[in-house]
Each structure stands twice: as C-alpha cells, then as structure tokens.
C-alpha cells in the first residue's frame, strides 16, 4: 500500500518549453501533495504545497508563476514548469501524505522525474 | 545553523557490520521524525517513522530517538551490501505536514 507514481520519469526538452509532471497516489487518497527539488548530491527542498480543490502554497524563494501547481482530484496533483531554461534541470520528487497509514505526517514518495533543458 | 544537521558521508563499512546513523536538530518543537533510504536516481522510501523518545524496532532497522538531546540515529543490523544508498532523516512539527530533511549520509556497504 501506499504508493505514489509520478510521470515521466525522464524529460528532456527545449529552453523555453514547459513541462508537465503528474504525481499520483495509486492506492489512497492524498488531500495534501508536496513538490520537492533535488540537486545532485543534495536533499531535498520541499518547494510547495498542493492542497486538493485550492492554491498551492509556495516556499520561499519559489516562483509560483514559473512552477504552477493544481491539484485537481484526490490522487492527482500536477507540476508544470513555466518557460524552462537549463538553470531548471533538477530531479523533482512528489510526496503525497497518507492520512489512513501510520500516521497523519506520514508522505510517501514518487520514484522523481529527472529534468534536463538543453 | 540549520534545524537538521546530518554527516554527508560517505561511510563505508564491511558487509554484516552495524551501521549507525545520525541526525541532530535544533527545533524543539519536531515531534515527528522519520527515516528515508534513497537508491541513487530514485524517489525516497519510508523505512522507519516514529513520534516519541525511544527505540523502535522493524526487522534489521532499529530507530532510536532521544528529545532531550534532539538527536536521532538509525542502527541498521547485519548490513548488507544491498543497504548501499543514501539515508535520509526527516522530522516535522505535529500539524504543519512539512518535513525538514537532512543533507542524507551515503552509506557504502562492501561486500
């Protein structure tokens, strides 16, 4: 139980095209999805918050008219990156929490989707 | 200073070592703590999640948190060179579901 897909895995695009990425929790329903980044070597920066039927919450320092955010249903919440350029490339991992597992903090994460603009 | 410290590594052992991991915060107010592991290129598993000061156990991976000296450590038994990955501690403030994370410790495990 508890597992969240994310698609695609890989991207490869022009600068100046966006990108869509889909994060899905499979097997519960997630009222609250996080959008992480992750530069090689590093953790992860948790960059929002999508809450289902209303507007993400953005951390600081994250452009919420280049990294839009929906959240449309119960297990599915949407990234796309705005006009991408190549300083974008990154590797970013949804989590979805799971409010029936062991615990109300609990997230579980999707496998990531590896961006790069060229 | 950050709220969660973490040695990045790596820490290289031999295969069946014990392992021990660690993570100190600053944020008295973390009461949930959790422990990912993350194999390169991929998103992070949940290994272990606990909410109070003690040892919980789960086959070969024993959590262990201790709040009054807001420090947390990860005992993984019997290593295994399949243990090789990057292990992530992760702690949040009841209500707030946000998850600070440490930097991760890559662990090696030589066969």
């Known amino acids: 139980g508890a597992v969240v897909s994310q698609h695609p895995s890989r991207v490869i695009c022009k600068s100046g095209t966006s990108v869509k990425i889909e994060c899905r929790s499979l097997?519960?329903?997630?009222?609250?999805m996080f959008w992480y980044r992750q530069f090689p070597k590093q953790s992860l920066m948790l960059m929002a918050t999508?809450?289902?039927?209303?507007?993400?919450?953005?951390e600081q320092g994250v452009e919420k008219d280049k990294f839009l955010i929906n959240h449309a249903s119960l297990t599915l919440s949407t990234l796309t990156v705005t006009s991408a350029h190549p300083e974008d490339s990154s590797f970013y991992i949804c989590s979805a929490r799971n409010q029936q597992g062991l615990g109300t903090d609990t997230q579980y994460f999707g496998p990531g989707t590896r961006l790069t603009v060229l | 200073q950050k709220e969660v410290e973490q040695d990045p590594g790596p820490l290289s052992v031999p295969e069946g070592a014990i392992v021990s991991l660690n993570c100190t915060y600053s944020?008295?107010?973390?009461?949930?703590f959790m422990w990912y592991r993350q194999y390169s290129r991929k998103g992070p598993e949940l290994l272990m999640y606990?909410?109070?000061?003690g040892n919980k156990e789960d086959g070969r991976f024993t959590a262990q948190v201790d709040k009054s000296s807001k420090y947390i450590s990860l005992f993984i038994r019997d290593s295994q060179p399949s243990d090789s990955a990057t292990y992530l501690c992760a702690m949040s403030v009841r209500g707030t579901y946000k998850y600070i994370f440490g930097t991760g410790t890559r662990l090696k495990v030589l066969a």
């Open positions: 097997d519960f329903q997630a009222t609250t």
């Open positions: 606990t909410y109070s000061s």
């Open positions: 944020n008295s107010a973390f009461q949930y």
């Open positions: 999508s809450n289902e039927g209303s507007k993400a919450t953005y």
